[in-house]
């Protein structure tokens, strides 16, 4: 894991100084050593910075920029089989002088370019620049585990695996985009491509871009996509063929995970996901896994207790901590740096939490994550299949005069419900269910914390809807059942945007490598063509990953309800971060940006105090924003 940044400037006026202070940026990324490539001629400079966290080959050797053959690499992540891939190049006559998976990189795309991608099992941002050609080639991993972001604006390309390196160099234009930022008030971050800035883009996971000589245009393809596998034909096959099965790739891939030459642990929740991750990998090494939990003192949130229990089970070494509340309130002020964009997922303090714990012992975490999105795990997968389809089959005129009905009533005026807890917003999203039953619409609706309409009517300015895969068409009407469709969209959006995201910024914060076992691509090839009713049984999520857990666990030890390390934003807004909330969220601090109607804010604001509890996200949401634009903009 490390961090990588760099720049093609066409009118050559960018220096190396400027290279410098970018990857000096990214230092928390990569505290074991840095390196630079940099070149001009009198058409264009290039440089490529490194920030090096040492996880195999630890020598100096193995140091980047890495070059072979004129061709100059900086690459953050792991290519797991990169043995493999190394043997069967010295079987056609390469040469090797380290043990890095960089040099397998290198001399993989010398031998059969763009290609040898499709040899590759891991998670990588990387920058390749052939100094013949003078074409600068970037590659992102086919999930989004690794982030990698980019500016264009009158002949200057930067990259950086954080926004942070990007605002490092003089050139680069801090001017917000109002429309990402509406974008973010809905879904909590800012999808991809768009980023907070204008002129500045995630490169979408399975994308290549190219920047060819002499051009101030970005070349983008697709190289991989999951809707090529759930636009298949399901697989006809038994149950217990689906147990065996499931359960040998999910071992091959989690064990590919353990690839390195730093210890590794692995982030115990207590859940099916994580001890699914620590059963499989325990279950054929004499040598303990190391496990990390982070406790709550609040009983009702705390799954520590449970962790603990499938750690003695396993046999693994286990490490717990509780922490106290002040401590996870004391990480907030610091999360504007940490996630450079605006970003409010608040269980990313947990995150930060548990990689704080992991960091004492280990160099690598595994997180496991996405077995919600791959194994059907989400209670909006609920959603669709207990309400959707009874809305659906209400009869359209029905539906029709309701929804005529509930707009000429406001939520205001209906008596008695008013005062109850959350039902504004359901009133509002039950009227568009009504007026639209899809299950795109109610992905919508449970996704989004403002509605489109509360965007347009906070916003001081016009602001233009921009499209994202959250509106995607790419399932193909013969595959389309709401299960798939709502899965493939979490997996292209939720999962890339905001849980991986969380996740990198968080281990990255204390140099930590995270690695994502459910995230091998063998995994998703193969679950997005099993039926849907064997991820979904009768009302029950996830239902073959508990089947492969309940051979190796007590079902008894993982049959209850679900917790998870909550944080209580609603509590902590209504007393410890009001005295926070009312200054970043004042007439003053609201005016340092224009971007949204103070009186609209305010009553927000006013109504949560009043007793108006089911607006704290849309709080908290607002105050992370104000929080992330007080630090990176003034």
């Known amino acids: 894991m490390c961090g990588i940044t760099g720049f093609v400037s066409l009118r050559n006026t960018s220096l190396k100084e ?12 990569g505290p074991d050593g840095e390196g630079f490539y940099y070149s001009n001629s009198k058409d264009y400079s290039v440089g490529l ?4 966290l040492s996880v195999i080959d630890l020598s100096t050797a193995a140091n980047q920029p890495m070059e072979f053959d004129g061709l100059h690499i900086v690459f953050n992540g792991e290519i797991y089989n990169y043995n493999e891939i190394r043997n069967e190049l010295i079987a056609l006559g390469h040469h090797f002088l380290t043990h890095s998976d960089t040099e397998v990189i290198l001399h993989a795309w010398k031998q059969w370019g763009e290609e040898c991608i499709e040899k ?3 998670m990588f941002a990387i920058a390749l620049f052939d100094e013949r050609s003078g074409e600068l080639t970037c590659i992102r991993d086919r999930a989004g585990v690794k982030p990698f972001y980019y500016y264009l604006e009158d002949g200057l390309f930067l990259f950086g695996s954080e926004l942070k390196s990007l605002s490092a160099h003089p050139a680069f234009i801090k001017k917000i985009n109002p429309d990402a930022v509406a974008l973010f008030l809905q879904y909590g971050y800012v999808p991809s491509p768009y980023s907070i800035f204008q002129n500045t883009y995630k490169l979408p996971a399975g994308h290549i871009l190219r920047i060819k000589p002499g051009s101030d245009k970005v070349y983008l393809k697709q190289y991989w996509n999951v809707y090529d596998y759930y636009n298949k034909p399901k697989l006809t096959i038994a149950l217990p063929e689906a ?6 790739i999910l071992s ?16 115990l929740s ?16 004499t040598e303990k896994i190391r496990t990390f939990t982070i406790g709550t003192t609040d009983n009702k949130l705390d799954e520590a207790p449970y962790a603990k229990q499938i750690a003695a089970h396993l046999g693994t070494d286990h490490t717990e901590y509780y922490c106290t509340p002040q401590e996870a309130l004391d990480i907030i002020p610091d999360l504007p740096y940490y996630y450079d964009e605006p970003f409010a997922d608040s269980s990313a303090i947990p995150t930060i939490l548990v990689s704080r714990l992991a960091r004492k012992k280990v160099t690598v975490a595994l997180s496991a994550d996405a077995g919600d999105e791959v194994f059907a795990g989400y209670n909006r997968y609920d959603y669709i299949s207990r309400y959707g389809k009874k ?13 005529a009905l509930m707009g000429s009533v406001s939520s205001e005026r209906v008596p008695y419900f ?6 504004h917003s359901r009133y509002d999203k039950l009227k568009n269910l009504l007026a639209d039953p899809s299950p795109a619409e109610l992905l919508r609706n449970l996704n989004q914390v403002f509605t489109g309409e509360e965007v347009k009517k906070i916003f001081a300015s016009e602001v233009a809807e921009l499209p994202t895969s959250h509106t995607t068409t790419k399932l193909h009407q013969g595959f389309k059942d709401p299960l798939s469709f709502m899965m493939a969209i979490d997996y292209e959006t939720y999962m890339v945007d905001d849980i991986l995201q969380k996740v990198d910024r968080a281990t990255m914060s204390v140099s930590l490598e995270g690695r994502e076992p459910f995230l091998d691509q063998h995994i998703i090839q193969w679950a997005a063509q099993l039926p849907s009713d064997i991820k979904y049984f009768k009302g029950q999520k996830k239902y073959i990953l508990k089947q492969i857990v309940h051979k190796h666990l007590p079902q008894e030890i993982m049959q209850r309800p679900k917790m998870g390390f909550g944080i209580p934003v609603e509590n902590w807004l209504a007393k410890e971060l009001r005295e926070l909330a009312e200054e970043y969220l004042s007439a003053e601090s609201l005016a340092k940006h224009h971007l949204f109607h103070i009186a609209e804010v305010r009553k927000i604001v006013s109504d949560f105090y009043k007793g108006r509890t089911e607006k704290h996200l849309k709080i908290w949401y607002l105050l992370m924003f104000q929080m992330w634009y007080i630090r990176w903009m003034c």
């Not at 147990?243 to 040998?248: D, L, N, V």
């Not at 809305?391 to 929804?403: E, G, S, Y």
Request: hydrophobic letters at 35%.
């Open 18 to 29: 400027d290279l410098l202070k970018m990857t000096s940026s990214l230092s928390h990324r």
């Open 49 to 52: 910075g490194h920030r090096r």
């Open 120 to 122: 590759w099992r891991g």
């Open 243 to 248: 147990i065996k099965e499931t359960e040998k």
């Open 252 to 267: 091959e891939s989690f064990n590919y995970r353990m690839v390195s030459d730093v210890p590794v642990g692995v982030f």
């Open 270 to 285: 207590g859940g099916y996901d994580s001890s699914c991750v620590t059963a499989l990998l325990q279950k054929d090494r």
């Open 391 to 403: 809305i659906a089959a209400m009869p359209k005129p029905l539906r029709k005069l309701a929804v």
């Open 418 to 423: 008013r005062h109850k807890r959350n039902f």
